[in-house]
């Protein structure tokens, strides 16, 4: 009889709707936003599951014990992504989280002594990570089962009225709250919640937790990632689509088709002869940088998931074979030191000053696509200089 049953409810599984509402702007600098990722596989067949569309949050106190009338609904959600935002600091849970199916909205109450275990702390002005949760339904009690049913038919018949609401009982299967998924769902946040204020935050809380860029994709209709390309310290993807970089010892470097402006990459060993290291690098840096109109102060650069120190450089020269005094030419250099334990690299944009401003976003888009190795201590020394 429970399998008869089980085959009658098959074909209601394949009846699902999702909702996307626009995210709310924070009303106060020190509200936050929270995220979670949420699925519940199905009780008759494990291997479907749903997404939740909506949500509930409950506010702790140190205890982990709920306060009273302090709870959020999720202000979006997408594919099971909930969004609570515009939250005060202080300690929370996931509390109830819903979702539409087979013709009715499914109420999921978690156990508060459950979730108890994964409660997170939100800063003043930040992001928090609820966790990647999955959810195994369980299979009611056949007069409840039965009940379902008939409720779901009815309004199959009546769509015109209200969806019944069902409440289902499930079983936490896991809870991941690890970096790996951490940087997923900052990825997904900043495409679902684009164009809202809440972007700031989340690049600013991604470059905290390293989380990479999501890859740039290329094509008109059928798109597909940019391939990464592997060397020896380093693997990068051509955004800049300037043509086949030149090769030297430690790194790689592309010159702008039609122009002057010069991008390269490279890394030097500890190891290798004259390098002074990381902080003596630096102060030469902002020394070179001491004019009128560079700062000598160094800003933070994003190269992949790492950071890296950066400064300008204006150099006024004659071109040879010109008359002193006839054709003055600027070049603006930016390079940016990024320090290792077996040795540093470095990325360098060089072009005339009309060309630097120009060329200058497509340079930051490289470094963030690039991505680092480590290479192994007692590694070849490596002292690549670029040329001029």
């Not at 209200?162 to 289902?168: G, K, M, S």
């Not at 950071?307 to 390079?335: C, D, M, N, Q, R």
Request: aromatic residues 10%; hydrophobic residues 40%.
């Amino acid at each position: 009889m429970k399998f008869f049953w089980q085959a009658a409810l098959i074909p209601l599984l394949f009846s699902s709707c999702v909702t996307v509402r626009m995210p709310i702007e924070p009303t106060h600098v020190d509200h936050g936003l929270l995220i979670a990722q949420v699925k519940i596989h199905g009780a008759l067949l494990p291997f479907l599951t749903d997404e939740p569309n909506d949500g509930v949050i409950a506010q702790v106190d140190s205890n982990g014990d709920l306060i009273p009338g302090k709870t959020t609904p999720a202000a979006t959600s997408n594919e099971g992504a909930l969004y609570f935002l515009d939250l005060p600091p202080g300690r929370y849970l996931l509390q109830r989280v819903s979702f539409f199916a087979r013709g009715a909205r499914y109420e999921v109450e978690l156990s508060s002594a459950s979730m108890r275990r994964y409660t997170i702390d939100l800063g003043a002005g930040k992001v928090a990570f609820l966790g990647e949760i999955e959810l195994d339904g369980r299979f009611p009690d056949f007069d409840i089962a039965v009940e379902h049913a008939l409720s779901i038919g009815a309004h199959w018949l009546t769509p015109f009225l209200r969806r019944p609401r069902i409440v289902r009982e499930v079983d936490i299967r896991s809870h991941m709250i690890g970096l790996i998924p951490e940087r997923q769902a900052l990825i997904r946040a900043r495409k679902d919640l684009a164009g809202s204020q809440w972007t700031r935050i989340i690049h600013e809380h991604s470059r905290e937790i390293g989380a990479p860029e999501p890859v740039p994709r290329e094509g008109a209709l059928f798109t597909r990632e940019l391939p990464r390309h592997d060397e020896e310290f380093f693997s990068w993807r051509d955004t800049l689509k300037w043509g086949r970089p030149a090769r030297a010892r430690g790194g790689l470097s592309w010159r702008h088709p039609g122009g002057e402006a010069r991008i390269a990459v490279f890394f030097t060993t500890a190891n290798a002869l004259g390098f002074v290291g990381y902080q003596e690098a630096i102060r030469e840096m902002r020394a070179a940088a001491n004019s009128l109109e560079d700062s000598a102060s160094l800003y933070e650069v994003r190269v992949g998931t790492l950071t890296g120190l950066a400064s300008h450089l204006t150099s006024h020269f004659y071109p040879e074979g010109t008359l002193t005094g006839s054709e003055l030419k600027t070049i603006v250099t930016e390079t940016v030191l990024v320090d290792r334990s077996v040795g540093m690299y470095t990325a360098r944009l060089r072009a005339p000053s009309g060309e630097f401003e120009k060329t200058l976003p497509h340079f930051r888009e490289f470094l963030l696509q690039l991505t680092l190795a480590r290479p192994a201590k007692g590694a070849a020394p490596v002292d690549y200089v670029l040329p001029p």
